[in-house]
């Protein structure tokens, strides 16, 4: 199976920088999406970034397009998301995710899109405070 492992979390001030890094193990498909979820307290998951690892395509949503970027390095086997210009409202706790089948890239940045997602990481803290 898949496994993930988060890591790179920590406090960071409202304009500042981030990167997160995201530990994949496991056989994967040329299809296989891989994503960054945030979950805020009494929030709801969303997703923040999805690569579509067959391609390279990248997905965003509004919240954070132009500040968020996500990237592989296929050799380290690692998933990274480097957060820039941080956002007061960006604190939460960011996980990992990876889904097998084709359509799941599709879904990510929807609603209840995180559901689609088949593995996940146990997490890591983002905290934003002046």
């Known amino acids: 199976q898949v496994q993930l492992v988060e890591s790179g979390g920590g406090s960071v001030q409202p304009g500042g920088s981030l990167t997160l890094s995201c530990a994949v193990s496991g056989r994967t498909s040329p299809y296989v999406a891989l994503a960054w979820f945030r979950q805020a307290p009494g929030k709801q998951r969303e997703g923040v970034a999805c690569i579509h690892v067959g391609d390279g395509n990248t997905y965003y949503p509004d919240s954070v397009k132009g500040r968020f970027t996500i990237s592989r390095e296929q050799v380290q086997g690692q998933v990274l998301l480097h957060m820039h210009n941080v956002e007061p409202e960006d604190p939460a706790v960011c996980y990992c995710?990876?889904?097998?089948?084709?359509?799941?890239?599709?879904?990510?940045?929807?609603?209840?899109?995180?559901?689609?997602?088949?593995?996940w990481g146990k997490g890591t803290q983002v905290t934003v405070s002046s």
């Open positions: 995710a990876t889904s097998p089948d084709t359509e799941a890239y599709q879904v990510v940045m929807s609603p209840y899109g995180y559901v689609g997602m088949k593995y």
